[in-house]
């Protein structure tokens, strides 16, 4: 079982659509949480950041920890074509080690 | 935010020749730098933990004669791909992490594309 599981969709929706990204993980040593965004052929750039449970919110982002089940989303309001790229979570402990998921691709279309 | 460039960010080589590419933090002094490897469709993968003036800590699996890695400064990190291989091709992405806000930031570069033909 891998430490970190993702769908890796494609996830298809019309702009204006609320986007709902999902990681669950098996490792409750885990207390930060990531988002990165990555467009083809480009590296990842962080979205946002949680550290333990809990919500947080950045513009139409907002990122939700529950570590009682073990799983975090991502939730992007009012979604437009610009944000169509692979979204990855990652995880870590106390350490620099990021373990990530496998990037769900989400396409936003007009 | 912070900067994190590489070069180059594409390369096309012989089997059997050597690449090197460099990942530098352009706007903060990063204590550790990471090596990831990434194929199409796959997460990414660390490879090695390099901090500045030590040796890298390499992944298990991970060759460490092959995979030649330098963090000679604080923004300078080199990954050298030795007697490269076609098996070698794929997305190299290094990141910066450590003085910045919280140590758990990890800022990423662009990538480098390796094929070896």
């Known amino acids: 079982q891998k430490e970190v599981e993702q769908d890796p969709g494609p996830l298809s929706v019309p702009e204006g659509a609320i986007v709902s990204l999902n990681c669950t993980y098996s490792n409750s040593a885990f207390q930060y949480f990531m988002w990165y965004r990555q467009y083809s052929r480009k590296g990842p750039e962080l979205l946002m950041y949680?550290?333990?449970?809990g919500n947080k919110e950045d513009g139409r982002f907002t990122a939700q920890v529950d570590k009682s089940s073990k799983y975090i989303s991502l939730f992007i309001r009012d979604s437009q074509p610009s944000d169509s790229a692979t979204y990855l979570c990652a995880m870590s402990r106390n350490t620099d080690k990021l373990i990530f998921g496998t990037g769900t691709r989400l396409q936003v279309f007009p | 935010g912070a900067v994190v460039s590489q070069h180059p960010s594409r390369v096309i080589c012989k089997s059997g020749t050597s690449v090197k590419i460099e990942c530098r933090s352009l706007d903060f002094q990063a204590t550790t730098m990471f090596w990831y490897r990434q194929f199409p469709k796959q997460s990414l993968m660390l490879m090695a933990t390099s901090n500045e003036g030590s040796k890298a800590t390499y992944e298990q699996g991970v060759e460490k004669d092959k995979f030649l890695i330098n963090h000679a400064s604080l923004t300078l990190s080199t990954l050298t791909v030795t007697s490269a291989h076609p098996e070698d091709s794929s997305f190299y992405i290094c990141?910066?992490?450590?003085?910045?806000?919280?140590?758990?930031?990890?800022?990423f570069g662009p990538g480098t594309r390796l094929t070896v033909l």
């Open positions: 990141s910066a992490g450590g003085g910045i806000k919280l140590f758990n930031e990890q800022f």
């Open positions: 949680t550290y333990s449970s």
